[in-house]
């Protein structure tokens, strides 16, 4: 990889990278002598079953970065919806707000741990999807409802007193929740097998190595599949999905949205896990990946990197935490050169380039005038240029002309 770029290797001593935080709110009404912990970064995923009158709804709570001893789940209704069992929980609600807490034997979660309860309920003029989703009193980051296109098998749960269409559940699983009107919006759940296949396909870039992709059916954001990158340190070893879709209709400014989750913490060297390939540079790829620890944009063709990799620079960025799942979203505008990244559905200083160089951040990156790219594939997978080896996995991927969300 050509060198070009000042601060491009070598870590960043003494650099602060500033970290994504969440408060911590008091919780009131948690089970006696249950600890109520912080819940950065958690997720509630609410799937339900639908029918005219009636519904039935399965919640997955997962804790965020901290162990949770104890843990209090609210939403809000859209519609007038009206619990009137439930199992796996104490629910009660208030109006349009329900409370929903642990009983005796699923109060533990451990860190990026899981439980699911359920709730049964009916509605008259409306069953709109539930909003404000917390864990203790923090909200729950990417936290959106999924409401499938088809009534799907009801959890397991006494028969509702008002049956359910018998319309037979869908072969593959629906879309994540969120896509609008995308080009790209998959959650791996038409995958059959072990090998990525049909709009998705494994691509070694430079050579094929010791690297590996496969979908696995054991760790998901959503339903029961993910894509599992194992990659290895060296530059052989790359490997990526590669999406088979015509991606053209997502137009000149485009927004993705990709969950990842991974086990090993960004190295000091570079490393890339997004790639796409730019036309208008020469197909030279425009990468995401990380260095001195820090989430960060490379161009392979001048070796630019936003932010700069510089103490400061860098301390404008943040860490991809480990472990857990995590919502990264991105703007590429192809018509002014513009790069914006949302990590957990907020911004980050360090990661935009505005137009306007600016010293530590785009400065660098703004040395190219008019750079226009022309993005044409997207790939997700492990590329590391000397230390770095990690293993990914990535689910609810979309890409379209406006911005997705979490």
Request: hydrophobic residues 35%; charged residues 15%; aromatic residues 8%.
């Amino acid at each position: 990889m050509r060198i070009s770029a000042p601060y491009r290797r070598g870590s960043v001593a003494g650099a602060v990278v500033t970290a994504l935080a969440v408060g911590t709110v008091a919780v009131v009404g948690v089970l006696p002598g249950a600890s109520a912990q912080a819940a950065a970064g958690c997720l509630v995923d609410y799937r339900v079953n639908q029918w005219t009158g009636g519904f039935t709804a399965a919640v997955r709570v997962t804790a965020g970065d901290t162990a949770v001893n104890g843990w209090t789940v609210t939403w809000t209704y859209g519609g007038d919806q009206r619990i009137t069992s439930s199992w796996n929980a104490q629910v009660t609600q208030s109006g349009v707000t329900v409370t929903a807490q642990n009983v005796a034997w699923n109060g533990s979660l451990p860190a990026g741990g899981s439980t699911e309860f359920g709730v049964q309920g009916t509605y008259s003029a409306s069953a709109a999807a539930p909003t404000g989703f917390t864990l203790n009193g923090v909200p729950c980051n990417g936290a959106e409802p999924t409401v499938p296109p088809t009534p799907t098998i009801p959890p397991r749960t006494p028969p509702p007193t008002t049956p359910p269409p018998t319309t037979p559940p869908p072969t593959t699983g629906p879309p994540p929740a969120g896509c609008g009107t995308a080009v790209l919006c998959d959650g791996f759940e038409n995958q059959t097998g072990t090998t990525p296949s049909g709009d998705w396909s494994v691509n070694y870039p430079d050579c094929q190595g010791s690297g590996t992709a496969s979908i696995d059916s054991t760790t998901a954001h959503q339903g029961s599949r993910s894509v599992r990158i194992s990659g290895t340190a060296g530059y052989c070893n790359h490997v990526f999905v590669r999406s088979n879709r015509d991606l053209s209709g997502a137009g000149a400014v485009r927004y993705g949205r990709f969950w990842v989750r991974h086990t090993t913490a960004l190295p000091t060297q570079h490393v890339t896990f997004l790639a796409m390939r730019d036309a208008n540079d020469g197909n030279r790829d425009l990468r995401m990946g990380g260095q001195n620890g820090a989430l960060q944009w490379n161009r392979a063709s001048d070796d630019a990197t936003l932010p700069e990799q510089s103490p400061n620079g860098v301390a404008l960025s943040l860490p991809l935490p480990v472990n857990r799942w995590t919502c990264v979203e991105f703007l590429v505008d192809g018509t002014q050169g513009r790069l914006q990244t949302w990590v957990d559905g907020t911004a980050v200083t360090g990661l935009t380039a505005d137009g306007t160089p600016t010293h530590d951040v785009d400065g660098q990156w703004h040395n190219r005038a008019n750079w226009r790219p022309n993005l044409t594939d997207l790939r997700l997978g492990w590329e590391s240029y000397g230390e770095g080896a990690d293993t990914l996995w990535f689910d609810d991927v979309a890409l379209g002309s406006a911005r997705i969300g979490c």
